[in-house]
């Protein structure tokens, strides 16, 4: 008998780690009620077996990934906690969303009314491939059991703490990571906006010329992802706590990815940005 994973949802993410762990024996289910073509598109290539309806998902899964905007998670939780209250098996729950511990732990007392085990996971890295580094860290009582995962070919890192640390990395790590591609962002629009780009690019590529070189690799990749990290930066700034000027930051990063998402960026502001990228990376 194979291992049952159960995947909401088949996204970009989601659905390149059901593609390895199906290339590992797994049977990945999903379901495709109201998605859209694109991620049925992805839950076929990546050889998800559509179930319908939930109960029929609990009912087969030994686990349940979690893979969701931020901003969707506890809603996601909320609305399987009925049926996973009723399931005479009990999947584990694993949630593998960017949010800070706080939404963290409101999934985690969703849950605890349902029977399952939950764990509190962080996905670092792009979606799972050949080449990639791809690590799942995961924290509280049930984190061990995640690494049944590592037999299916996954990256899992347990960490000896309890629910709420493998967020408060996540958010540690994407408020660097994404924090400054944001920073850069803003501030080569800056420099095009006032004709400073080439000088800003050159004095770059002499003092700082790795820092450079990310930048050109991680803003272009940003556009297409920058409405997920709307909700993620909201969830950063959450996990400042007291920290005021913290929480500015990120909710001003929040309020640019916005920006960038619903094309509130100028056309010409936007094509200066990748003109930016693609000279620093020696295209043009």
Not at 243 to 260: F, K, N
């Amino acid at each position: 008998m194979s291992d049952v994973i159960a995947i909401i949802a088949p996204g970009e993410m989601g659905s390149a780690v059901g593609r390895r762990l199906r290339e590992h024996g797994a049977r990945v289910v999903t379901m495709l009620d109201g998605r859209s073509a694109q991620s049925i598109a992805r839950a076929e290539r990546a050889g998800f077996a559509a179930v319908d309806g939930s109960e029929r998902m609990v009912g087969e899964a030994d686990f349940i990934l979690s893979i969701v905007p931020p901003g969707e998670a506890a809603g996601l939780a909320q609305q399987l906690a009925p049926v996973l209250a009723r399931a005479p098996r009990k999947p584990v729950y694993v949630d593998c969303n960017a949010v800070a511990p706080e939404t963290a732990a409101r999934i985690g007392a969703v849950l605890a009314a349902t029977g399952c085990a939950y764990v509190d996971a962080a996905i670092i890295g792009p979606p799972p491939a050949a080449a990639s580094r791809t690590v799942f860290y995961a924290s509280g009582e049930a984190a061990p059991q995640l690494l049944r995962l590592a037999a299916l070919g996954l990256q899992v890192r347990v960490l000896d703490a309890p629910a709420g640390a493998a967020s408060a990395l996540k958010m540690s790590y994407a408020g660097i990571t994404k924090g400054l591609t944001g920073l850069g962002a803003a501030m080569m629009l800056g420099a095009s906006r006032s004709g400073a780009a080439a000088a800003l690019r050159q004095e770059l590529a002499e003092s700082q010329p790795h820092l450079l070189a990310w930048l050109a690799r991680q803003v272009p990749s940003m556009y297409p992802k920058a409405y997920r990290w709307v909700a993620e930066m909201e969830e950063i700034a959450a996990f400042s706590g007291g920290d005021v000027a913290a929480q500015q930051i990120y909710r001003g990063l929040a309020r640019l990815y916005e920006r960038l998402a619903e094309g509130g960026v100028a056309e010409d502001e936007l094509a200066q940005l990748s003109d930016f990228c693609r000279a620093a990376s020696g295209k043009i």
